[in-house]
Nanobody, 127 residues
Framework: QVRLVESGGGSVQAGGSLTLSCQSS??????MSWFRQAPGKESEGVAS???????LYADSVMGRFTVSKVDTKNTLTLHMTSLKPEDTALYYC???????????????????????WGQGTQVTVSS
C-alpha cells in the first residue's frame, strides 16, 4: 500500500511563493500529479510528471508552477510562484500504480489513472 503525505501549505499574499512536497512511502516508477480543489469547485489537475521527467501543466498555472521529483527521497514537489487569490485551494498529490510504462503524454489529469491519493495541504492566497 502506497501512502502519500503532503506538506508545505500555508497562507501567503498575492505575488508570493510556496513549495509543496508530497512524500511517498515507496519508491517506484510511477506517474504522479498534483490536483487542487477550491471550495465549491470541482477538483482540477495542476501539474503531472512522468517517470521520464516530462511535465504537464494546467493552463492556469503554466509559467508560474514547477513540478519536480526527487527519486532518491521518494518526494514530489510543486514550486509555486506569482501566486494569485484564485490559487487558493486544498492541494493534494496522486500516484499511479507501479510500474507505469505508459506514454509520457498519457501521464495527465484523468483521475481514473491514479490509485493513490494524499489527504492534501491547504494553500490560501490573500489579495
Amino acid at each position: 500500500q502506497v501512502r502519500l503525505v503532503e506538506s508545505g501549505g500555508g497562507s501567503v499574499q498575492a505575488g508570493g511563493s510556496l513549495t509543496l512536497s508530497c512524500q511517498s512511502s515507496v519508491y517506484a516508477r510511477v506517474c504522479m500529479s498534483w490536483f487542487r480543489q477550491a471550495p465549491g469547485k470541482e477538483s482540477e489537475g495542476v501539474a503531472s510528471i512522468a517517470p521520464s521527467g516530462t511535465a504537464l501543466y494546467a493552463d492556469s498555472v503554466m509559467g508560474r508552477f514547477t513540478v519536480s521529483k526527487v527519486d532518491t527521497k521518494n518526494t514530489l514537489t510543486l514550486h509555486m510562484t506569482s501566486l494569485k487569490p484564485e490559487d487558493t485551494a486544498l492541494y493534494y498529490c496522486a500516484s499511479t500504480p507501479a510500474p507505469y510504462y505508459g506514454r509520457d503524454s498519457d501521464c495527465d489529469f484523468r483521475p481514473s489513472l491514479y490509485n493513490y491519493w494524499g489527504q492534501g495541504t491547504q494553500v490560501t492566497v490573500s489579495s
